[in-house]
């Protein structure tokens, strides 16, 4: 199966910055889709942004312009970009990974990465 393996969390005060990264390992092949989602407790979890099958981006209307995913197709690694940070933004932020093998879909998740956003 896939590994995912999140880092790059921790505390910031409001307005400022963190860059997350999830790297990939294990049966990598045909991987079409990664992105980033966010979980608070006794809240479902929720879309930060993603790579779509087709290469394009998408992002939650409440991240749009202040958030920024990139990726490393060498290093098979996932990045997000987190600007102009908000107390509302904490959260543990986890990595996503569709792959289809066999005309089958697999979704993997990272164990998460906690942000907290205070001062």
């Known amino acids: 199966q896939v590994q995912l393996v999140e880092s790059g969390g921790g505390l910031v005060q409001p307005g400022g910055s963190l860059r997350l990264s999830c790297a990939a390992s294990g049966s990598i092949f045909n991987i079409y889709a990664m992105g980033w989602y966010r979980q608070t407790p006794g809240k479902q979890r929720e879309l930060v942004a993603a790579?779509?099958?087709?290469?394009?981006?998408n992002y939650a209307n409440a991240m749009k312009g202040r958030f920024t995913i990139s990726r490393d197709n060498a290093k098979n690694t996932v990045y997000l970009q987190m600007n102009s940070l908000k107390p509302e933004d904490t959260a543990v932020y986890y990595c996503?990974?569709?792959?289809?093998?066999?005309?089958?879909?697999?979704?993997?998740w990272g164990q998460g990465t906690q942000v907290t956003v205070s001062s």
């Open positions: 790579f779509t099958s087709g290469g394009s981006t």
């Open positions: 996503n990974a569709v792959r289809t093998v066999a005309s089958t879909k697999y979704i993997y």
